[in-house]
């Protein structure tokens, strides 16, 4: 059972802002979730700047600003080599953007692809990025878990799975495989381009054709010579 530290480093969210959310991550990964992708039940404990959660614990870490250009949140490994779930609260507010939809997009994602290298092979070929929040992440089409919103998620059927569940989404937003609502965004493998992004309607400028340093598609096409592990060095 993964065991998850919710840790605030962030100024711009209060200790007791995070830990009201972990109710909502609680349900959504273990009721939600688990309905529909086979991922282990999990545990969330909330840990406030400076004090070091256990060795062996995936990590949510709230910060105040992204440490990668147009990034809102992201997730990637510790210096354990588990995974983290970075979530930049200054960067995700002056976007008007949601944190608990920003947490709990990379929260599923990490849940469902813990180690950034997740993809699914459609009926032509074409394998697509195991990112399930992606394709469906504008806040809109979120929904609420005892008064917090939580992110969509997409189900195996959006990467047209035969024998997985009829909804595409788990809200019910999409309607058919492989497609991208406004505000969200794919990323496909091309043999002779690599990972390139598909986008839905009026997508947010953050989300840009050209991969940038520390995005999703560039750290999933880096080899892995180039990989680096995030590094926190508590006092």
Known sequence: MPQIAVINESTAIANAAVQAMLPAFTQQWNSDLRSIWPVEAASF???PSGQAPPSGTWWVVFLD???QANALAYHDLTNEGLPISKVFAKTIQADSASLS???????CEMAVDPWLNGAYQDPSGT???GEICDPVEDDSYGY???GMLVTDFVTPSWFAHA???????????????????????????DPKKGWVQVTGASAKKSKRAKPQPGSRRERRARLSCNWKRSERKWP
């Not at 939809?101 to 929260?107: K, M, P, S």
């Not at 595409?168 to 969200?184: I, M, P, R, S």
């Open 45 to 47: 404990a909330f840990f």
């Open 65 to 67: 600003n992204s440490d």
């Open 101 to 107: 939809v920003g947490a709990t997009h990379e929260i």
């Open 127 to 129: 394998f697509w990025a």
């Open 144 to 146: 609420t878990i005892a």
């Open 163 to 189: 024998d997985s569940p009829a909804e595409v989404d788990f809200k019910g937003h999409a309607t058919k495989a492989f497609q991208v609502l406004t505000g969200g965004y794919a990323q496909k493998f």
